[in-house]
């Protein structure tokens, strides 16, 4: 194959990929079949195959049981903005994930004890094994799933106080920094990293998407001083949301 010439099938998924970005195969429009596909761009049934995995890959189309390839709607990005811990009266879970105050929501959530994994314990600076209260979230933002949060709280640190359970109790579901600082642990400080990954099933028939397609994800880890007194992974659909970040300069 000379050098710069695209494979049969990338280019066969390229002219697919244009003809549903111009409209020519709109949403929910079926896909053509195989056996199309090879008559009309006079390739192999290996070729047309590859050509439909590429599209189903990227998201733009979805099989349907009994039914064929379909083009799938994509849905315009919305927008979860992040930002440094800033204190605006009471702060919520929702409002911890998503500071754009625009924006409303609701979450669900589940509390359960556990012995942290090494990878938690690292994040923490706790010894693995150790015991933390582990929350399950799932965000709605106008009714849809949008986020979903696994946070981890050394028990060392929550342990036998009123904010043990962080939807429980006199500060449950306050968020955070204002749990913390009832208990006299002032967060200062707070990071974040952000990376892509395949969503797992579970994660995709919570969040309404297909498994195998990207996910971001947020690690963000609160301090008091130098002390980690929480950690939480926030996932969100890579195709339905984008991540935007407010860094006041100082």
């Known amino acids: 194959m000379p050098f710069g010439e695209q494979p049969a099938y990338l280019r066969v998924a390229g002219d697919l990929r244009k003809k549903i970005a111009d409209g020519s195969l709109p949403p929910h429009a079926r896909l053509p079949s195989q ?12 070729v047309a ?69 090494p990878g938690v314990a690292e994040r923490l600076a706790i010894e693995p094994g150790e015991r933390v209260m582990r929350t399950r979230y799932v965000f709605r933002v106008e009714g849809d799933p949008a986020m979903l949060s696994t946070s981890w709280e050394p ?9 043990m359970l962080p939807e429980e109790g006199p500060l449950g579901g306050r968020g955070v920094v204002e749990r913390m600082a009832a208990i006299d642990l002032v967060v200062d400080n707070v990071t974040e990293e952000v990376g892509s990954r395949p969503g797992r099933a579970e994660e995709m028939n919570a969040l309404g998407g297909v498994p195998g397609h990207s996910v971001l994800v947020v690690s963000r880890t609160y301090f008091a001083g130098k002390r ?23």
């Open 49 to 117: 195959l590859e050509a439909r995995k590429v599209l189903m890959a990227e998201g733009l189309v979805e099989g349907r049981s009994g039914s064929g390839t379909y083009v799938r709607e994509v849905p315009l990005p919305r927008r979860i903005a992040r930002t440094g811990y800033r204190s605006i009266g009471e702060c919520t879970p929702f409002r911890q994930e998503q500071s754009d105050e625009r924006v409303h929501g609701s979450w669900e959530s589940q509390s359960e004890q556990e012995d942290a994994s």
């Open 155 to 163: 028990l060392s640190v929550t342990g036998r106080t009123p904010v």
């Open 35 to 46: 056996a199309r596909i090879r008559e009309e761009y006079g390739v192999s049934d290996t």
């Open 228 to 250: 980690a007194v929480e950690t939480a992974d926030v996932v969100t659909p890579a195709d339905r949301f984008r991540i935007a970040y407010h860094l006041p300069v100082k």
